[in-house]
Nanobody, 125 residues
């Protein structure tokens, strides 16, 4: 059974940084596409970042170089380093996984097979 468990969320001041982690219980983790989405209250789930199984990374337009997605295959963990956080980054952040190594519509939440329960990120002024 595939499990994704996020951690690292919390309360941070605007301009600060957080590093989210997603522990993944997938035997063939290296080939999976891993992504982060977020959902703010009253808004739709929004694409944040993806690391395709073949290695390419993409980010949502709002990221503007502030976030980095990476993974540690040895620890079966994917990370989202978030810097220069703003109030607009407040949301529940979700980790998602798909067994495909390439996904054309990687920015679409419905294509992902597995999801974590999310971790709350709150940015204060």
């Amino acid at each position: 059974q595939v499990q994704l468990i996020e951690s690292g969320g919390g309360l941070v001041q605007a301009g600060g940084s957080l590093r989210l982690s997603c522990a993944v219980s997938i035997r063939t983790f290296r080939r999976y596409t891993m992504a982060w989405f977020r959902q703010a209250p009253g808004k739709e789930r929004e694409f944040v970042a993806v690391r395709l199984g073949e290695g390419t990374r993409y980010y949502g337009d709002f990221v503007k170089g502030r976030f980095t997605i990476d993974r540690d295959s040895g620890e079966n963990t994917v990370y989202l380093q978030m810097n220069s956080l703003t109030l607009e980054d407040t949301a529940v952040y979700y980790c998602a996984a798909d067994s495909a190594s390439w996904i054309n519509s990687y920015y679409t939440s419905s294509v992902y097979e597995y999801w974590g329960r999310g971790t709350q990120v709150t940015v204060s002024s």
